[in-house]
């Protein structure tokens, strides 16, 4: 199977419509899953994709790339060593493809390189301003649809419409339903206001909200002697490495001893710092209360100077919508998901007209989320 998609692709087959083969064949992709275009196009410098693993011509590369954590997102992101550090071992016994057809793969990468060389350059460039600002969704809900039938994400594609990526880009999924950005927005702003915050969804809100708030405090309180004696000891020892400073003792293992005791210092700091509420003061009229507010962010956004607050803060509000095909042609149904300790604590914050408090809206504390996610199941409505 590696051999034949070398040949498709150095025959002038496209990465796209190689993987639509595959599936319509239904041959397994790696690990069982549907072949996608990367899969086999992969990043020429990376060695990454089908046609660059270079262990197919008997050749192992190692410390290609370093993996680090980017501290805005906290997800590890790859990085190209430079090609003096690469160790490449050769593994003959591991050689499945030759050197003619891996010769002509590169070929056609070299013509492909050249003929989209402009292409690429603009690609880059607009990659690379994105990164120097705010990067703002393309649209009010992008990144939060997702298929109904595969669990893949549904993203834009022509004429402004919302369409399965799977189904768009491999035809791994069957679900064709498609729907315009702006009925989608219409639609899910209409259910925000009328349906996600129901008068029987508050009050079990509530209820459950005050369940796990006091379980929480009861946990937090039965821990907090032992994280107060272990900070005693923390502090013992933070002093005891002070003093034998003082009196001439250092060894590389005092060092990375005291680092080891300070963060420690400051995590049982953090932990007994951290205050958890006993109840949750929730307006009996809780839902009358929410449709009201998100009426006001329903208007906000046509206000050009609030709008990227008011997109912020409406996203918040709903943690995902599913999009899934109805028994009849061109029907789809929108279920939206919207976490209740979210929708509470939208409802209980100060109004203000500023952009400043409407950003403010779309910011919710660990603890609260923690509360929310464990004492019950996140809100949802068909739209």
Not at 46 to 67: A, F, P, Q, S
Not at 210 to 234: C, D, F, I, M, P
Not at 336 to 355: A, C, H, I, M, P
Request: with cysteine; net charge positive; glycine share 8%.
């Amino acid at each position: 199977m590696v051999r034949r998609i070398f040949k498709d692709f150095a025959a002038g087959g496209g990465p796209r419509t190689i993987a639509r083969t595959l599936n319509d064949e239904s041959v397994p992709g790696p690990n069982g899953k549907p072949w996608i275009d990367t899969t086999i196009r992969g990043h020429v410098q990376r060695g990454t994709g089908i046609v660059n693993n270079e262990l197919y011509v008997g050749r192992l590369v190692w410390n290609r790339l370093r993996y680090i954590k980017d501290p805005s997102t906290g997800k590890r992101v790859s990085r190209l060593n430079p090609e003096s550090e690469w160790i490449i071992t050769e593994v003959p016994e591991l050689r499945i493809v030759d050197d003619v057809l891996w010769q002509a793969v590169r070929d056609r990468q070299a013509k492909i390189a050249a003929q989209y060389v402009n292409v690429i350059a603009a690609v880059r460039t607009s990659a690379a301003n994105r990164m120097n600002g705010m990067r703002r969704p393309k649209s009010l809900f992008s990144g939060m649809i997702f298929c109904g039938a595969c669990g893949g994400s549904y993203s834009l594609r022509e004429k402004d419409r919302y369409a399965c990526s799977n189904r768009i880009a491999n035809r791994s999924c069957h679900n064709k339903a498609t729907i315009l950005r702006s009925d989608l927005e219409e639609r899910v702003l209409a259910g925000l206001k009328h349906k996600l915050m129901t008068p029987e969804a508050a009050a079990e809100a509530m209820k459950a909200y005050a369940e796990e708030t006091n379980r929480l405090n009861h946990e937090r309180r039965a821990n907090s002697a032992g994280w107060k004696a272990e900070l005693a000891k923390v502090e013992k020892g933070i002093a005891g490495i002070l003093t034998a400073i003082e009196n001439g003792m250092f060894e590389p293992e005092i060092k990375e001893r005291m680092r080891v005791l300070r963060e420690r210092k400051v995590e049982l700091d953090a932990l007994l710092s951290s205050e958890l509420e006993d109840t949750l003061d929730i307006h009996p009229n809780v839902a009358a209360m929410f449709k009201k507010k998100v009426e006001r962010l329903t208007e906000s956004l046509n206000q050009p100077e609030d709008r990227a607050e008011a997109s912020e803060a409406v996203r918040a509000l709903v943690e995902k919508i599913v999009l899934s095909p109805g028994d009849k042609r061109g029907e789809i149904f929108a279920t939206l998901y919207g976490e209740l300790g979210t929708l509470l604590r939208f409802v209980n914050q100060k109004d203000t007209k500023s952009s400043k408090s409407l950003k403010g809206l779309a910011k919710t504390s660990m603890w609260e989320s923690v509360v929310a996610g464990a004492g019950f199941e996140p809100a949802t409505f068909r739209l």
